[in-house]
């Protein structure tokens, strides 16, 4: 690395921020540009109403990398509280605990369909789907029919939108690789016992932890601390601000950011022009691709049109209520529900919701930009969700005292038949634009990353600033998919 090295970050979240608290640390210049003009975080932010604190999404922080643990301690410290899980799936009007417990599972079966389950899985076992190309038949080897069917098909269509035919068999392979029907019978008569920091973690199926650590004001307290890092170490976290286009030059002229906000005024910046010798983008791959100049080769601009996300909405609702439940989230597999899943943000941490009395629950919607849901109103929102939390009973009936609504675009890279091939015209076209352009986090690389491992390859981004050359390879991080758990 060359004394004086300018570096420029886009976007905020964890990939982001992690790479840029350490490349601050080290003594780099940073700046970081985020379009949120008040919230850090990315989709694990934390968003404050009224005095209650809830997610985008539900985030665990547990990870097999002890650098990326290393990095959460380092931040908040004791502010990391740790939390027993507890979480349910919702199935045919009935719970399931999750991980399963094989009693549970044959009381609301019965035990006619579970032996029915059982013969199914050992069907697939001794006669298996060649080659599964998509998510149904790669699940279905894995689980036998009936257990899919029950347990996954409808939970998954109802986040993607899309048949589980249309889903790429990757996207199972990288969530739910580590975890089998005998490891979760295994869980469900041992139960997992809390993990502790001295626990080999690199073994451990992140879908079966019996605990997790949580920042006690959510999520958002650990990119909100890491952002006041990077300023405390001399560098630069502008909100409210936008990178409309990034020019390379030529070889070793680094790259020219065109930005425009209210932000950059108050961070010394003025509109238009800024150098950099090197840019991490943590944006979708898919606006990176679009805004490079020169224009990249029209295969490339087709390959980034090509590229589709899942969106998203979370209806926090705030109830008065004696009855909750204990649970931090619950997966609701009935298609009669739209909702997808609940989270109940007072289990994650007491400090989220400022009046015991009150119940803070968040229903997350999945959808696509323009559709029905997408399109209704914040209060046809909130009355839907106070509905269905009644139609599940899960509260004893409306007493909804307030709500609030967040729209979450792009929240979920999709992994269509055509994904890989698109990935890799964009790979090929990024490669020819010269050094010093990194793509990190779940949407630079569109991959459903967790948190931690966006992190990974924000640390990898930052690695090989600081070596002075490419030694690691951020789009590798998630390859191995063995340890990516189904759902976060």
Request: glycine share 8%; hydrophobic share 40%.
């Given at each position: 690395m060359q004394p004086g090295t300018r570096v420029a970050v886009i976007g905020a979240g964890p990939a982001g921020l992690t790479a840029a608290y350490i490349l601050r640390k080290a003594g780099v210049n940073v700046d970081v540009f985020e379009a949120d003009p008040i919230y850090v975080g990315g989709i694990s932010r934390t968003v404050v109403h009224n005095g209650f604190r809830f997610d985008i999404g539900g985030h665990r922080f547990f990870s097999k990398s002890n650098e990326v643990e290393a990095f959460w301690s380092e931040i908040l410290g004791k502010d990391m509280i740790t939390r027993d899980r507890l979480s349910r799936i919702f199935y045919d009007g009935k719970f399931y605990s999750y991980p399963l417990e094989a009693s549970e599972v044959v009381r609301n079966l019965g035990k006619r369909e579970s032996l029915l389950s059982i013969g199914s899985y050992l069907n697939?076992?001794?006669?298996?789907?060649?080659?599964?190309?998509?998510?149904?038949?790669?699940?279905?080897?894995?689980?036998?029919?009936?257990?899919?069917?029950?347990?996954?098909?409808?939970?998954?269509?109802?986040?993607?939108?899309?048949?589980?035919?249309d889903i790429a068999a990757d996207w199972a392979a990288q969530r739910i690789k580590g975890l089998s029907l005998t490891r979760a019978a295994l869980a469900a008569l041992w139960s997992p016992q809390p993990t502790k920091p001295s626990d080999d973690r690199s073994r451990v199926i992140k879908s079966l932890i019996g605990s997790f650590r949580y920042p006690r004001l959510g999520p958002g307290m650990m990119w909100e601390a890491t952002a006041a890092g990077i300023r405390e170490l001399g560098g630069r976290v502008i909100l409210g601000v936008r990178v409309t286009s990034l020019t390379h030059p030529g070889p070793s002229q680094g790259w020219t950011l065109?930005?425009?906000?209210?932000?950059?005024?108050?961070?010394?910046?003025?509109?238009?022009?800024?150098?950099?010798?090197?840019?991490?983008?943590?944006?979708?791959?898919?606006?990176?691709?679009?805004?490079?100049?020169?224009?990249?080769?029209?295969?490339?601009?087709?390959?980034?049109?090509?590229?589709?996300?899942?969106?998203?909405?979370?209806?926090?609702?705030?109830?008065?209520?004696?009855?909750?439940?204990?649970?931090?989230?619950?997966?609701?597999?009935?298609?009669?529900?739209?909702?997808?899943?609940?989270?109940?943000?007072?289990?994650?941490?007491?400090?989220?919701?400022?009046?015991?009395?009150?119940?803070?629950?968040?229903?997350?919607?999945?959808?696509?930009?323009?559709?029905?849901?997408?399109?209704?109103?914040?209060?046809?929102?909130?009355?839907?969700?106070?509905?269905?939390?009644?139609?599940?009973?899960?509260?004893?009936?409306?007493?909804?005292?307030?709500?609030?609504?967040?729209?979450?675009?792009?929240?979920?890279?999709?992994?269509?038949?055509?994904?890989?091939?698109?990935?890799?015209?964009?790979?090929?076209?990024?490669?020819?634009?010269?050094?010093?352009?990194?793509?990190?986090?779940?949407?630079?690389?569109?991959?459903?990353?967790?948190?931690?491992?966006?992190m990974m390859t924000g640390m990898l981004a930052a690695k090989n600033i600081l070596s002075g050359k490419q030694v690691y390879d951020p789009w590798n991080v998630n390859q191995d998919a063995e340890y990516i758990e189904e759902t976060e």
């Open positions: 697939k076992k001794l006669f298996p789907i060649p080659r599964p190309s998509n998510l149904e038949d790669w699940v279905t080897n894995k689980f036998g029919h009936r257990l899919y069917a029950k347990f996954f098909k409808s939970y998954t269509e109802k986040v993607w939108g899309v048949p589980c035919r065109e930005i425009e906000g209210s932000g950059l005024r108050a961070a010394g910046l003025e509109s238009g022009l800024q150098n950099y010798d090197q840019v991490i983008c943590s944006a979708p791959l898919s606006w990176l691709v679009s805004a490079i100049r020169p224009g990249l080769q029209a295969e490339a601009l087709e390959a980034a049109m090509a590229l589709k996300y899942r969106d998203f909405i979370t209806v926090a609702v705030m109830i008065k209520t004696s009855t909750t439940f204990p649970d931090q989230w619950i997966y609701i597999h009935d298609p009669g529900i739209q909702a997808g899943r609940i989270q109940n943000f007072a289990n994650w941490s007491p400090e989220m919701v400022p009046d015991p009395s009150v119940t803070c629950l968040g229903l997350e919607y999945f959808c696509f930009q323009g559709d029905t849901l997408w399109n209704m109103t914040d209060d046809a929102l909130i009355a839907l969700a106070s509905r269905e939390l009644v139609s599940l009973g899960l509260v004893d009936c409306e007493m909804t005292l307030d709500g609030a609504v967040v729209r979450q675009p792009k929240a979920y890279p999709v992994y269509d038949e055509n994904y890989k091939n698109h990935i890799k015209r964009i790979r090929e076209a990024l490669a020819t634009v010269g050094e010093g352009l990194q793509a990190v986090g779940r949407n630079g690389t569109h991959k459903y990353n967790n948190q931690d491992h966006s």
